[in-house]
Structure formats: structure tokens, C-alpha cells
């Protein structure tokens, strides 16, 4: 292959690639996340409590005493508001007979999150979906009440995703699947119910 066409193959390949990229999120997007923020503000209010006992000779600058001690005092408040918010959806614990997927999810209002501890292993063509069944394994699936709100955004951590729903049917919403289209298998399922 001559230099000419490995560079026009190369180039290709990275404007492939670009164009089918998933989207990056930022923190301010993650933070929207309740389940996320929850876990991000308690590890950071960890983290400057630790900072405070274990770095003597950083703690002594005042300005920076004074800093940690704001950014602790702001994550406690900001967790507690995440836990507060959690406490208005509806939760669940993604359950997998073979081990497909494990994590929390928790929908609320329009919207629905994976938390930080979200992981699955990649299949073919796997969806999320919502649905009136307590057990989706105990019927054909997907059901007629069966809600897909697209592929899967991210194997591993945090997503969220749009429930274009009516507050009606949204009330009566009972579970999350992850569904292989491809395959026609179930590899999760969580439960959601109110706290």
C-alpha cells in the first residue's frame, strides 16, 4: 500500500471513528444524575475530612484550611440533597440471572439514571426499557406496555436517559430491562418501586 492511500485509510478511519464517538458528558451533566452526585459529594466530603486530619502542613495556610472546609461543608449539603431527590422517584437494583448487569437505577420525573456503579457487559444490540410487568421474565417480552427508550448509552457508570411518557403511564411504570434485541434475551432487570 503506498503512503498516499495508508493516509487517505487512516484519515478515514479517524473521521469514522469522530462521527461515531459517543457524546462526552461533563461533570455539571453527571452531577444532574442523583445517583451519581450522591457518590461524587460523599467521596469528595471524604476526601477533604481526610485532607483536614491527615495534611498538617497544608491545613496550616488558613486560606486553604478555609477552602476545604467550604467544599466540605457544601458537600455534605449537596449529597444530602441528591439522597432527598432520590427519595421522590422511584429505585431499583438491577438484578441478572447469569450476570449480565449490576448497578442502581432510579427514575424520576422524566428521566432515567444509572448510577456510578452501572455495568454491563456489551452484547449485540442491548436497549433499555420500562414496563408495567413485576417480572418481565415471567411473560413474552417485550410486553405491550414495554416502553424503549434506545440503545444502551454506556456499558460501565453513570447515564441518563429521556422517558417521553405521560405521568399516567409513568405512575404505573413497575420495571427497568435490559433487552438484546439482537438476541432476544433479557440480561437485566430491576424492579422500581418508591422508598
Not at 444490540?125 to 454506556?154: I, K
Not at 447515564?159 to 417521553?164: A, C, E, L, N, P
Not at 411518557?165 to 409513568?170: D, L, P, W, Y
Amino acid at each position: 500500500m503506498t503512503h498516499s492511500r495508508l493516509f487517505i485509510s487512516a484519515a478515514g478511519l479517524l473521521l469514522l471513528t469522530a462521527c461515531t464517538a459517543p457524546k462526552s458528558t461533563d461533570l455539571t451533566d453527571l452531577l444532574k444524575n442523583p445517583l451519581y452526585a450522591e457518590q461524587y459529594y460523599d467521596a469528595q466530603v471524604e476526601h477533604m475530612v481526610d485532607l483536614l486530619i491527615n495534611s498538617g502542613a497544608l491545613v496550616k495556610d488558613n486560606a486553604v484550611k478555609s477552602a476545604i472546609d467550604n467544599t466540605r461543608l457544601e458537600g455534605v449539603k449537596l449529597a444530602r440533597v441528591a439522597t432527598d431527590l432520590q427519595a421522590t422517584g422511584k429505585m431499583g437494583g438491577i438484578m441478572s440471572d447469569t450476570a449480565e448487569a449490576i448497578g442502581e437505577i432510579l427514575l424520576l420525573g422524566n428521566k432515567l439514571y444509572t448510577g456510578p456503579d452501572f455495568q454491563m457487559r456489551p452484547s449485540i444490540d442491548t436497549h433499555v426499557y420500562l414496563s408495567t410487568a413485576q417480572d418481565p421474565r415471567d411473560g413474552t417480552f417485550p410486553d405491550d406496555t414495554a416502553v424503549d427508550l434506545g440503545p444502551v448509552r454506556s456499558s460501565f457508570g453513570a447515564s441518563t436517559y429521556d422517558v417521553s411518557v405521560s405521568e399516567e403511564e409513568m405512575a404505573t411504570l413497575r420495571s427497568f430491562i435490559l433487552y438484546d434485541k439482537a438476541m432476544k434475551r433479557i440480561l437485566g432487570f430491576a424492579q422500581v418501586q418508591s422508598r
